[in-house]
């Protein structure tokens, strides 16, 4: 291998700062220990690289993932070796999940070590094998700024993912003058982005042939920031759209052809869409069992187009008619360019919007009772639907997804693959870093706010303005909701009997705090999140209140319960 000569000699951690800085990188998350000790005194006085200390390994992760889910670009995370990379695998697997571009350093024990059950030794490579798009341990100094490079690109290119460097504390000790050479050399890897034309032009060419054609958007187009060709090429022929969770935001909620998301906790307008169409166009969505919950019946009668960056996960679930590996921003450029077929859906669309308004999202008044559904709307209302959401995962969750009217692509960060609780608010801070001029809001529940929150603590010293609005039902609300409906009741270890006084503990944090239990006051109270401080708001709802509609699992589309018609 080629080698270069450097004009002075560099650590192995010296190497790995000067490697991401010309990358683009600027920001870490990380926490310090024993075998990243180099690393971390060649951060000292480095200039170009902000270090956000986290408070825990797991909270490094989410903010990087929420960095990068948030922004587009690449999330980076250090932590320690053994317990420091074993606290950080449930952020490398929700990345994966979610297909966000993340890199994740690892100390390890010395190479000398390495196998022999050293302090603080943990097989990181063989732990994280699955949930990472690619893994390396380094070792041989000289590699450093080669082995970055190339998980950098395998991050950020094709599916995006989470990529492993575990290295060793010698490596990044020792000092070198020169490097190998680290021009990309990877044969084996050549993700498809450019799709095939004709395959896309015959997607177009079926739109003739359909009364009832619908398109699904993922994440997919969010992540290739396609959202105006979409929303073009939806526009173009006039069809209605149903997102996935992680395509929310892909379509503005108040275009007339944006019918919801569809699937567990879905509208009625989109899930009887699914369920009723000819032809569906699926766009970076990959049809995962929150949406298809009963697949052999899912789209049984109807032609699937599927364009995805991944070809993996095309006809893995679904059987597809229509397949298409590539880019979707790219996709949907070349789509733009076919010619319309001659079609009349004028009947389809207008059965597709009455079912809208025959059965929006509802909830019922309770007097006394803030419901949390009312709050969203409210939120959405104050922040004229502008600001990024974060959530961490449960009622909450779905909640945020029903109610918050989403204008942008990457508005809505959100834990979908994994169903990560703890997820919300170190996902909310590193959000608000890579957008410091946009309103952070991230909705949280009882349960997985005592998960994390310890990273509150690193708000005022990093002058992160974060909103948190805690919904405090006194229980793990998705969970009593599924015991309610599906085990008799039988309410076991999923509610609270006694907790920490939130608004105590806000307090020893030195953020600005409220509690609000008045739905007569709450539209006047929460406009608080217009201040450009950090805050935790406290709102108490009740601990019967249900998310509906629900597509149980195991049912198929058109079979919700709590769906409620318009008289």
């Given amino acids: 291998m080629k080698k270069i000569k450097?004009?002075?000699?560099?650590?192995?951690?010296?190497?790995?700062?000067?490697?991401?800085?010309?990358?683009?990188?600027?920001?870490?998350f990380g926490y310090p220990g024993g075998a990243v000790l180099p690393l971390y005194d060649a951060l000292y006085d480095y200039e170009g690289i902000q270090h956000i200390l986290a408070r825990h390994e797991q909270g490094a992760t989410h903010e990087a993932e929420g960095y990068a889910k948030s922004s587009g670009k690449l999330g980076v995370a250090l932590v320690t070796s053994g317990p420091g990379a074993t606290n950080a695998v449930t952020g490398i697997a929700d990345a994966n999940a979610d297909s966000v571009p993340m890199l994740v350093f690892t100390g390890q024990v010395a190479t000398k070590g390495i196998g022999k059950d050293a302090f603080q030794e943990a097989d990181i490579i063989g732990i994280t094998m699955p949930i990472t798009k690619y893994n390396y341990q380094i070792r041989e100094t000289e590699d450093i700024p080669r082995i970055i490079t190339e998980a950098v690109h395998i991050a950020t290119t094709g599916r995006p993912g989470p990529v492993v460097i575990d290295l060793p504390k010698d490596i990044s000790a020792k000092e070198v003058t020169v490097i190998n050479d680290t021009t990309l050399v990877l044969p084996s890897y050549q993700p498809t982005v450019d799709p095939n034309a004709m395959q896309l032009k015959k997607i177009v060419g079926v739109l003739g042939k359909k009364k009832r054609p619908l398109i699904l958007v993922g994440g997919g187009v969010n992540y290739a920031d396609a959202q105006a060709e979409?929303?073009?090429?939806?526009?173009?022929?006039?069809?209605?759209?149903?997102?996935?969770?992680?395509?929310?935001?892909?379509?503005?909620?108040?275009?007339?052809?944006f019918l919801g998301m569809g699937g567990m906790h879905g509208s009625y307008a989109a899930n009887m869409a699914l369920a009723e169409t000819d032809y569906l166009i699926?766009?970076?969505?990959?049809?995962?069992?929150?949406?298809?919950?009963?697949?052999?019946?899912?789209?049984?009668?109807?032609?699937?187009?599927?364009?995805?960056?991944?070809?993996?996960?095309?006809?893995?679930?679904v059987k597809t008619d229509l397949p298409v590996v590539g880019d979707a921003k790219r996709a949907l450029e070349i789509l733009l360019d076919v010619a319309s077929p001659e079609t009349n859906y004028?009947?389809?669309?207008?059965?597709?919007?009455?079912?809208?308004?025959?059965?929006?999202?509802?909830?019922?008044?309770?007097?006394?009772?803030?419901?949390?559904?009312?709050?969203?709307?409210?939120?959405?209302e104050i922040t004229d639907g502008e600001a990024i959401i974060v959530t961490d995962v449960g009622q909450h969750q779905m909640w945020a997804a029903q109610w918050y009217p989403y204008k942008n692509s990457r508005q809505l960060v959100t834990s979908g693959g994994l169903g990560t609780m703890g997820f919300g608010i170190p996902a909310a801070i590193g959000a608000k870093l890579a957008n410091p001029d946009k309103n952070v809001?991230?909705?949280?529940?009882?349960?997985?706010?005592?998960?994390?929150?310890?990273?509150?603590?690193?708000?005022?010293?990093?002058?992160?303005a974060i909103k948190v609005i805690l919904f405090n039902n006194h229980s793990l609300g998705m969970v009593r909701q599924w015991q309610e409906s599906f085990y008799e009741e039988r309410r076991s270890q999923s509610v609270f009997d006694s907790e920490p006084d939130f608004q105590l503990l806000a307090a020893a944090y030195g953020l600005k705090h409220?509690?609000?239990l008045d739905p007569k006051t709450i539209s006047d109270d929460l406009k608080v999140i217009t201040e450009n401080v950090p805050m935790v708001l406290e709102v108490g709802i009740s601990q019967t209140e249900q998310v509906y509609p629900m597509v149980p699992a195991g049912w198929h589309n058109d079979e919700m319960l709590g769906v409620k018609f318009n008289a």
């Fill in 6 to 28: 450097l004009d002075k000699p560099r650590s192995g951690s010296q190497l790995v700062l000067d490697t991401l800085k010309s990358l683009g990188v600027d920001t870490i």
């Fill in 230 to 257: 979409f929303v073009a090429f939806a526009e173009k022929h006039q069809i209605p759209v149903v997102s996935s969770l992680l395509g929310l935001g892909a379509m503005p909620v108040d275009n007339p052809l």
């Fill in 282 to 317: 699926n766009i970076g969505s990959r049809f995962d069992d929150r949406l298809a919950s009963k697949p052999d019946l899912f789209l049984k009668n109807a032609t699937v187009a599927h364009i995805d960056i991944d070809p993996a996960e095309i006809g893995k679930i």
């Fill in 346 to 380: 004028g009947k389809w669309l207008a059965e597709v919007q009455d079912n809208a308004k025959r059965a929006p999202y509802s909830f019922e008044a309770e007097t006394g009772v803030n419901k949390p559904q009312e709050v969203i709307k409210l939120i959405g």
């Fill in 441 to 464: 809001i991230v909705f949280v529940g009882d349960g997985g706010f005592q998960m994390t929150n310890q990273e509150l603590a690193i708000l005022n010293g990093y002058g992160i």
């Fill in 514 to 516: 409220d509690k609000f």
